[in-house]
């Protein structure tokens, strides 16, 4: 196996917080729109209790013998919409650290959660994605995602 080639795991919550925590201050240093007065604060102990009943699926994108984790991806899930007899899966964050970008590691997360995602049935995937940070976007074009509406966003003090 090739040290370098992209693995892509479902992570439980241990390995999803030991693992993604340390990489949350560069993947809100580069996005977050409101970085002066909202600081990065996760609420774990929500986190667990989401993931624990069943409301939370987290995938890690690792390489090297270490498998030390370069991005993931991480959604709210619902067995029904509650305006649609349809499953939805709501993304809550997904980062790959810049020099892992270009290089196929974004397909094999995509390939990876979305197969898992619909291994339950049908279901719709919702992904936000940032006007200034229009790589993932274009990664999702092409993967046959649709614009569904305009995310806007106001900061009230």
Not at 7 to 31: C, Q
Not at 60 to 88: D, K, P
Not at 90 to 104: C, F, K, Q, S, Y
Request: net charge negative.
């Amino acid at each position: 196996m090739n040290d370098d080639a992209p693995v892509v795991e479902r992570e439980t919550f241990e390995t999803a917080y030991a693992d993604i925590a340390p990489l949350l201050d560069a993947h809100w240093e580069e996005l977050a729109l409101f970085k002066d007065d909202i600081p990065l604060d996760v609420d774990w102990p929500a986190y667990r209790s989401a993931y624990e009943r069943g409301f939370i699926r987290a995938y890690g994108v690792r390489i090297g013998h270490n498998r030390r984790m370069i991005g993931y991806a991480v959604f709210q899930t619902l067995e029904r919409h509650s305006h649609y007899a349809h499953r939805w899966a709501v993304n809550d964050v997904l980062w790959i650290a810049p020099e892992h970008r270009n290089l196929g590691v974004g397909t094999a997360l995509c390939d990876a959660f979305e197969a898992d995602l619909r291994a339950g049935g049908p279901i719709v995937i919702v992904i936000e994605t940032k006007e200034h940070s229009p790589m993932l976007a274009a990664l999702l074009r092409a993967r046959g995602y649709l614009t569904i509406g305009p995310v806007l966003g106001k900061r009230f003090a």
